[in-house]
């Protein structure tokens, strides 16, 4: 079973306001990811890291910043948090397994963030 | 034309039907085909994946690609109210996976 959490689980907040999710795991993964998910929608993913003090960004444009300072503590952070960004956020982390797929992704629990 | 494509359903079968879910893709370049199952309120969790083309068997479930088709579906047997979940479809593009925008299962017993 993964062991992958983020908090909160959900957040309700003003426009304007900064926000950071929490995202931590305890496999010793290196590769962590961000997806946002609207519903009916697609995941897709915002950033993504190879390790400590590597981040990039996803295919899909994100006001959203991240930092990996420690390889098991992946934040999320919105300066300004406006409408726009209500979504649900899902924190992923990934290992290679041999004679799978090279990313087999385990994924938190999500965060709801509705930004009124 | 997205590079995955579902149907985001919703399905409603009974209890202990055979159930068939189904996603076509653009890139023949893809390799790795995933089936993800997200209960409410939950993230994805990965249940099954296959290589290419083929069959894969997972007790009541099966993965199959059709890689000359591009087509990847899912099929479980003997559909349990458990299974009630929305099932999305992926696949491996570099760094990231691609999705399918999922399929609603609902099972009734």
């Known amino acids: 079973e993964a062991d992958i959490y983020q908090t909160p689980r959900y957040l309700v907040i003003g426009t304007g306001k900064k926000i950071t999710l929490e995202c931590s795991q305890t496999?010793?993964?290196?590769?962590m990811y961000w997806y946002q998910q609207d519903p009916g929608m697609e995941l897709h993913l915002i950033h993504y890291s190879y390790g400590v003090n590597s981040t990039e960004k996803g295919d899909l444009s994100s006001e959203s910043t991240v930092s990996r300072i420690r390889t098991e503590h992946f934040p999320l952070t919105l300066e300004s948090a406006r409408p726009s960004h209500t979504s649900q956020y899902l924190c992923?982390?990934?290992?290679?397994?041999?004679?799978?797929?090279?990313?087999?992704?385990?994924f938190g629990p999500g965060t709801r963030l509705l930004v009124l | 034309q997205k590079e995955v494509e579902q149907d985001p359903g919703p399905l409603s079968v009974p209890e202990g039907a055979i159930v068939s879910l189904n996603c076509t893709y653009s890139?023949?370049?893809?390799?790795?085909f995933m089936w993800y199952r997200q209960y409410s309120r939950k993230g994805p969790e990965l249940l099954m994946y296959?290589?290419?083309?083929g069959n894969k068997e997972d007790g009541r479930f099966t993965a199959q690609v059709d890689k000359s088709s591009k087509y990847i579906s899912l099929f479980i047997r003997d559909s349990q109210p458990s299974d009630s979940a929305t099932y999305l479809c992926?696949?491996?593009?570099?760094?990231?996976?691609?999705f399918g925008k999922g399929t609603t299962l609902s099972v009734s017993s």
């Open positions: 496999m010793g993964h290196d590769k």
């Open positions: 296959t290589y290419s083309s």
């Open positions: 992926a696949t491996q593009a570099g760094t990231a996976l691609i």
């Open positions: 890139n023949s370049a893809f390799q790795y």
């Open positions: 992923a982390s990934s290992e290679w397994v041999g004679g799978g797929p090279s990313e087999t992704q385990y």
